[in-house]
Each structure stands twice: as C-alpha cells, then as structure tokens.
T-cell receptor, first 115, second 112 residues
Framework: GAVVSQHPSWVICKSGTSVKIECRSL??????MFWYRQFPKQSLMLMAT???????TYEQGVEKDKFLINHASLTLSTLTVTSAHPEDSSFYIC?????WGEGYTFGSGTRLTVV | QKEVEQNSGPLSVPEGAIASLNCTYS??????FFWYRQYSGKSPELIMS????GDKEDGRFTAQLNKASQYVSLLIRDSQPSDSATYLC????????????FGPGTRLSVLP
C-alpha cells in the first residue's frame, strides 16, 4: 500500500520563527496531498489541499499567508508555519489521496510546540 | 454541509467484552465508509473499510453498514487494553473522489 513519510516527528520552536514540515510519498506519485491539524482531544481538521505544480486550496478560516504550502514535485509536499505563535502548537498530519475505493494513508504526524 | 457524527465518549468496557462504536452520516449518497484507530500522539491508521450493506468481519473487528439508516458501526470483540484509542469514522462521497469527511471520534477505554 501507499507509504507517506513525514518529518520531523516533533519540533519545538521559539515564537516568531518559522517551521517547515515535509511530507513525502515513498512508493507512489501524489499530485495531491492533504494537510490536517489536530488539537488535543479534538478530531482532524482539514487545513488545505496541496496540488503539484499549482496553488494550494485552503479551507475556510485557514490563513494562507501563515501556513505556506508547496508541492513542487510529485513526491514532496511541504507545510511551513510562518511566524509561529503558541496557539499554533498542534499535531500536523499529512495524508495521501486514496486509490479507488480506498482510505487515506496518513503520515506519522508532526508535533509542533511553540514556546 | 456533509456531516459525520459520533459519540465522543469515553466509552469504557471491561477487558474481554464487546465494544460497540457508532457513526451516522448525513450524505445519503455516500459510498465508502472507513474506521480509523488513533492512539494518543499518533496519526490515524486504517483498520476497516466497508462499502456494502451488511457486516464485514476482519479478525476481532466487525464493521456494519446500513445505508437506509445512514448508520455505520464497528464492533470489537474480546476487547483488549491495547484497543484503548480514539476511533474515527470517515465517509467518502464516491469511490473516485477524494472528498472524505471525518467524524469527531469516539474515545474507547478498555479496562483490565
């Protein structure tokens, strides 16, 4: 099945700095990747959909200038949290689109803590 | 607005009992249904998928689908403490699209 590799698994950064999270498809080419955010004891919230070679599609309420998404190749999508603040501390998860009738394959997630 | 609803729990069952997790969805045209398990601090992992009305069994897990009632459930037999996790129900509108809707999840606690 599809394998998605996500790095880093955890990161601590100072308020005001930027953090980049990478999501790679290891055994398939992904023209689309999905980025989710999950706060403690809450469900997954879709933030945006990255599209290879074109602009990402952001969900309502998600600041596109703060959460920069780049999908420069068929195997790599990145999410950069710019000027991070403590309220951005969360669990960020990428996922690959499913094949016919299949479920999502998720990356291992990135725990971001902004201090 | 397509919605997927689950009881947030926590649902507590004793070890060895059957745990029953329920999910309802609003989009009558939904075609594919999935159950994910998420341990604390980890990303979700797919444990079951079901597409047709009726039951589908995989080991200790049984998924049940009733499209007329817009209801899907997951039964876990012989529950183990290692089954303690949050279970997410996900619904896909069609088999070709990428439009998934996730439920809020039910926290299951299996007591030794």
């Amino acid at each position: 099945g599809a394998v998605v590799s996500q790095h880093p698994s955890w990161v601590i950064c100072k308020s005001g700095t930027s953090v980049k999270i990478e999501c790679r498809s290891l055994d398939f080419q992904a023209t689309t990747m999905f980025w989710y955010r999950q706060f403690p004891k809450q469900s997954l919230m879709l933030m945006a959909t990255s599209n290879e070679g074109s602009k990402a599609t952001y969900e309502q309420g998600v600041e596109k200038d703060k959460f920069l998404i780049n999908h420069a190749s068929l195997t790599l999508s990145t999410l950069t949290v710019t000027s991070a603040h403590p309220e951005d501390s969360s669990f960020y998860i990428c996922s690959a689109p499913p094949g016919w009738g299949e479920g999502y394959t998720f990356g291992s997630g990135t725990r971001l803590t902004v201090v | 607005q397509k919605e997927v609803e689950q009881n947030s729990g926590p649902l507590s069952v004793p070890e060895g009992a059957i745990a029953s997790l329920n999910c309802t969805y609003s989009d009558r045209g939904s075609q594919s249904f999935f159950w994910y398990r998420q341990y604390s601090g980890k990303s979700p992992e797919l444990i079951m998928s079901i597409y047709s009305n009726g039951d589908k069994e995989d080991g200790r897990f049984t998924a049940q689908l009733n499209k007329a009632s817009q209801y899907v459930s997951l039964l876990i037999r012989d529950s183990q403490p290692s089954d303690s996790a949050t279970y997410l129900c996900a619904v896909r509108a069609d088999n070709y699209g990428q439009n998934f809707v996730f439920g809020p999840g039910t926290r299951l606690s299996v007591l030794p």
